[in-house]
Structures are given as C-alpha cells and as structure tokens.
C-alpha cells in the first residue's frame, strides 16, 4: 500500500512539485514501516522530515505566492499555519507519550489527508494562477 505519484498531484511548478513529492515519499516510508511492523520507528523520522518540512516548503510556497501576488495568499498562508499546528501537536505527542500505534496513524491521516485536500486542492488552484500568469507576461 502506499501513494504513487500521479497526474492529479502534479502542479507544473518545478519546485513545489519536487518538493510534494519528498511527502510521497516520506508517506510511502511511512506505510511500509506500519506493513513491517516497524511504523513507532519510522514515525520519528517521519517528524523529523515533516518539521523541517513544514518550515522550508511553506515559506518556499508562500514566496511564490508573494512573487506573483497571489489574491488568496492569506487564504492558503491559514492553512499552512494550521498543518504547522498539526505537525507540532504530533511531535509535542511523540516526546511526552512515546511512539504509538494511536499516533502512527495521526500521522498517516494527517499527511495523507493533506495530500488529497490541500495539494490536490489549494495547491493546484495556487499553480493554475501561477501559469496563467507566467503565459501572460511572454
Ligand atoms: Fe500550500
């Protein structure tokens, strides 16, 4: 089980694309440290990768947005903020309670959820703009 790179994912910038697919990745890893029985192991690298994720790829994004002034940055800042949220939470969880089952599959929700809803959704919105805008200005 696991997510493969696809179509819907693809946004056509090349960085914010390379950089989503470092959280296939990570997500992948993820699930097949669970199929191993090996997922409260993998889920401290998991955190480690998405807390420097979450600093790197959301202020990466949020340039772009500034770059090409973005009507809806505050929009779509608000949910990197709160995915920020999230991320701290889990590994505030990690440190106090240890690696468990329960917070192993947080983590996967939390990931995959983001996957289907913020990149499919206000990612492609933000590279659809980004495009149109670039065609534009040739
Ligand atoms: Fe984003």
Redesign the pocket.
């Known amino acids: 089980m696991g997510y493969e790179w696809d179509p819907s994912l693809e946004t056509g910038h090349e960085t914010?694309d390379s950089q989503h697919k470092q959280l296939i990745v990570a997500v992948n890893n993820i699930f097949d440290a669970c199929c191993r029985g090996d997922g409260d192991v993998e889920i401290i690298n998991t955190l480690d990768f998405l807390n420097a994720y979450i600093v790197k790829?959301?202020s990466d994004?949020e340039n772009i947005m500034l770059e090409y002034s973005y009507p809806d940055y505050e929009y779509?800042r608000r949910?990197?903020e709160m995915f920020k949220v999230d991320v701290r939470n889990m590994t505030k969880k990690l440190k106090q309670e240890g690696a468990n089952e329960l917070l192993v599959e947080e983590v996967l929700h939390s990931i995959t959820d983001w996957l289907l809803n913020?990149?499919k959704g206000?990612?492609f919105r933000?590279a659809t703009y980004i495009l149109a805008v670039a065609v534009n200005k040739k």
């Open positions: 914010i790829h959301f994004e779509h949910y990197h913020h990149i206000d990612d933000l």
